[in-house]
């Protein structure tokens, strides 16, 4: 059996409609359905309404996110994550599109995959080619994370005092040092 992670830390989010209804109804069954493959669900945060991102291309979201235990590895997790979205209407036809559900694998534990030197790549990519291109592996931890709010916020209900494997900053470290507009779009349900 795999090793047991106690820091897996998911953030899901959605701004269209599933089989399962509006996008509240549709990440609180996604938790439900995560708790039915496998995972200890430790925390959820409350619901919070974002704006779209990239601004304009679309509905407001909905954002949470989940500290889970599970016998999963970190493939493992994201093909979990894959699969559970899939069963929710789930299309990966546009980076950054509209989603009825999408969940990312934003911290396991405090690994950094696949290597240093390859988050970092990700990590720098300026902005117009982050919305072009997408990594063809799992970047771990997410590699945007620390500029997203609509991450940060929620994650802080469930993981705070997480430590970000390369920048040494908690998660609490990390929403501070966001702009306060950003974290005030942030609006919880």
Not at 35 to 52: D, E, G, H, L
Not at 164 to 185: F, I, N, Y
Request: proline share 9%; charged share 20%.
């Amino acid at each position: 059996m795999a090793q047991i992670c106690s820091q897996l830390v998911i953030a899901l989010g959605a701004n269209q409609p599933s089989s399962a209804g509006d996008p509240e109804v549709t990440l609180g069954k996604a938790v439900d359905a995560l708790m039915q493959s496998q995972a200890v669900i430790r925390a959820v945060s409350p619901f919070y309404r974002t704006p779209c991102f990239p601004a304009g291309a679309g509905p407001d979201y909905v954002n949470a996110a989940v500290a889970l235990e599970a016998p999963w590895s970190p493939a493992q997790a994201l093909a979990e994550l894959h699969k559970i979205e899939n069963s929710f209407g789930r299309v990966r036809d546009q980076r950054w599109g509209q989603r009825t559900l999408d969940m990312d694998l934003i911290a396991y534990g405090d690994q950094v995959a696949p290597d240093l030197a390859t988050y970092t790549q990700w990590r720098d990519l300026n902005p117009e080619a982050q919305s072009l291109k997408a990594p063809d592996t799992l970047i771990l931890p997410h590699p945007r994370l620390q500029d997203r709010a609509f991450v940060l916020v929620p994650m802080a209900d469930v993981a705070p005092d997480w430590r970000h494997p390369v920048s040494g900053l908690t998660v609490l470290q990390m929403l501070a040092a966001l702009p306060k507009s950003l974290c005030d779009e942030v609006k919880a349900l």
